[in-house]
């Protein structure tokens, strides 16, 4: 059904800051639960954020204090800021939706 698309992923040194971007082809007022995760090669997929849609926040304990998500239902857009980039936060970063949609992901690269 919904179609998500991720951007902004790209290469960066270690303590750099990009932005992500998750853009939905529906309307994701009524999905409670959207989130970012990321595998790393010969690695699980894995959790990084999480946000409801009355804007409680989870985030996996690697990046508490670095990274921040969050949603506009009216764009239907979910960001995940990261500062303070580290080389162990290299991945493809993945969009989803109402823990049954994905998108394609994008690729974080980060240099040490």
């Known amino acids: 059904q919904v179609q998500l698309v991720e951007s902004g992923g790209g290469l960066v040194q270690a303590g750099g800051s990009l932005r992500l971007s998750c853009a939905a082809s529906?309307?994701?007022?009524?999905?409670?639960?959207m989130g970012w995760y990321r595998q790393a090669p010969g690695k699980q997929r894995e959790l990084v954020a999480s946000i409801t849609k009355g804007g409680s926040t989870n985030y996996a304990d690697s990046v508490k204090g670095r990274f921040t998500i969050s949603r506009d239902n009216v764009r239907n857009l979910v960001n995940l800021q990261m500062n303070s980039l580290k080389p162990e936060d290299t991945a493809v970063y993945y969009c989803?939706?109402?823990?049954?949609?994905w998108g394609q992901g994008t690729q974080v690269t980060v240099s040490s």
């Open positions: 989803n939706a109402g823990r049954l949609m």
């Open positions: 529906l309307s994701i007022i009524s999905i409670n639960l």
